[in-house]
């Protein structure tokens, strides 16, 4: 069955840095784009980033851009959010993502938080 498992969150003080991992199981990996989104407390899930089936970037959130980069690596098939800069506003659990036709795969999330 489809698995998208989160990793890489944690407490990391304001201007640092994060790595997050989701590697996918239970399905063709390289055939889909994939995202990540986030969820800070009290607010609606958002996208963050979105990146093609080969490795192209389409999306940035601009509350993010020129900080947060999204990678693959297909022969992994591993999904990455590199983060740096990091502000309080990141705070939140953030979720890789993939939808195939109206079903739409959820990892289970990885808490990051960004606080002095």
């Known amino acids: 069955q489809v698995q998208l498992v989160e990793s890489g969150g944690g407490l990391v003080q304001p201007g640092g840095s994060l790595r997050l991992s989701c590697v996918a199981s239970?399905?063709?990996?390289?055939?889909?784009?994939m995202n990540w989104y986030r969820q800070a407390p009290g607010k609606e899930r958002e996208l963050v980033a979105t990146?093609?089936?080969?490795?192209?970037?389409?999306y940035i959130a601009p509350s993010v851009k020129g900080r947060f980069t999204i990678s693959r690596d297909n022969t992994e098939k591993t999904l990455y959010l590199e983060m740096a800069s990091l502000q309080s506003e990141d705070t939140g659990v953030y979720y890789c993502?993939?939808?195939?036709?109206?079903?739409?795969?959820w990892g289970q999330g990885t808490q990051v938080t960004v606080s002095a």
């Open positions: 993502n993939f939808q195939t036709g109206r079903t739409p795969y």
């Open positions: 239970g399905f063709t990996f390289e055939n889909y784009g």
């Open positions: 990146i093609t089936n080969v490795g192209n970037t389409v």
